[in-house]
C-alpha cells in the first residue's frame, strides 16, 4: 500500500492526474468539446500503461538474457 503511494505521487502519475482533471473540468464547463476530452485522455491512458508495459517486458528480457549467460 505504501508503495502504492509513493508510485501515485510519482511527477509522470501527477502530470497525468493533472491533465485529465483539467480536460474533464473544460468539458462540464463546456469549454471544450466533450469529444475532444474523452480522445485526450484515451490517449494519455493509453501511453502511460503502454509505456508501464513496455518497461516491464524490457526488464523482463533483459533478465532472461542475463540468466542465460549466467
Known amino acids: 500500500?505504501?508503495?502504492?503511494?509513493?508510485?501515485?505521487?510519482?511527477v509522470k502519475s501527477l502530470m497525468?492526474?493533472?491533465?485529465?482533471?483539467?480536460?474533464?473540468?473544460?468539458?462540464?464547463?463546456n469549454k471544450i468539446d466533450e469529444a475532444l476530452t474523452a480522445s485526450v485522455i484515451t490517449a494519455v491512458i493509453t501511453y502511460y500503461f503502454t509505456?508501464?508495459?513496455t518497461s516491464?517486458?524490457?526488464?523482463l528480457i533483459a533478465e532472461k538474457e542475463s540468466e542465460k549467460n549466467d
Open 56 to 59: 516491464n517486458s524490457e526488464s
Open 51 to 53: 509505456k508501464n508495459e
Open 16 to 29: 497525468t492526474i493533472a491533465v485529465m482533471i483539467v480536460f474533464v473540468v473544460l468539458a462540464l464547463s
Open 1 to 10: 500500500m505504501k508503495e502504492a503511494l509513493i508510485n501515485l505521487l510519482k
